[in-house]
């Protein structure tokens, strides 16, 4: 995490800055990484952190448990 001292530091010499041509280059730099942060932040998905939790014969277990009783036609539901 940053320190506070730190963010206070920073802020300290952009206010010493006297260039606009430096100041928009700092604020184009944290322009594209706020934009780069939401684009990530969109793409990933809610279920993205439970990702390759589940072993390999965990995963077939759930595979053929979805493959009976899922994918399972019954005629008499249709009636």
């Not at 100041?23 to 932040?41: A, G, R």
């Not at 390999?56 to 759930?62: G, H, N, S, T, Y």
């Amino acid at each position: 995490m940053i320190s506070e001292a730190r963010k206070l530091h920073l802020i300290e010499e952009v206010l010493k800055i006297k260039s606009d041509k430096l100041l928009q280059d700092i604020e184009t730099l944290i322009n594209k990484t706020k934009s780069k942060e939401k684009k990530q932040s969109r793409t990933s998905s809610a279920f993205q952190e439970f990702s390759g939790i589940w072993t390999e014969d965990e995963a077939d277990e759930i595979a053929r448990v979805i493959e009976e009783s899922c994918e399972a036609i019954n005629p008499d539901d249709w009636k």
